[in-house]
């Protein structure tokens, strides 16, 4: 079974960056898109942006457009999220997986990961 483990996140001022990647197990990961999600305290998880399996595709919630930039290796079955101008409101936990590239929406294939903590102070 494919998993996902994420890394990167941490505590940054507003205004940082970070870079999240996820590493996943498996053969097929170029064959879908992949996605990045996040999950505030006392919210649903919610969409941050999308790459299709060539990686030459992107899509972005409208609340990190311009700001975050999500791109994959296939060779080292990775994808990461370049996050800059980092905002208190962008803080939770960071999750990867297969995604729906013009919905957004997870596969519901491959299950969660740990994900991986994001807290900016102001």
């Known amino acids: 079974q494919v998993q996902l483990v994420e890394s990167g996140g941490g505590l940054v001022q507003a205004g940082g960056s970070l870079r999240l990647s996820c590493a996943a197990s498996?053969?097929?990961?170029?064959?879908?898109?992949m996605g990045w999600f996040r999950q505030a305290p006392g919210k649903e998880r919610e969409f941050v942006a999308v790459?299709?399996?060539?990686?030459?595709?992107?899509r972005y919630a409208d609340s990190v457009k311009g700001r975050f930039t999500i791109s994959r290796d296939n060779a080292k079955n990775t994808v990461y999220l370049q996050m800059n101008s980092l905002k208190p409101e962008d803080t939770a936990v960071y999750y990867c997986?297969?995604?729906?590239?013009?919905?957004?929406?997870?596969?519901?294939?491959?299950?969660w990961g740990q994900g991986t903590q994001v807290t900016v102070s102001s």
């Open positions: 997986n297969r995604a729906e590239y013009y919905s957004g929406t997870h596969r519901g294939e491959v299950p």
């Open positions: 498996g053969r097929t990961f170029s064959s879908y898109a």
């Open positions: 790459v299709t399996g060539s990686g030459t595709l992107t």
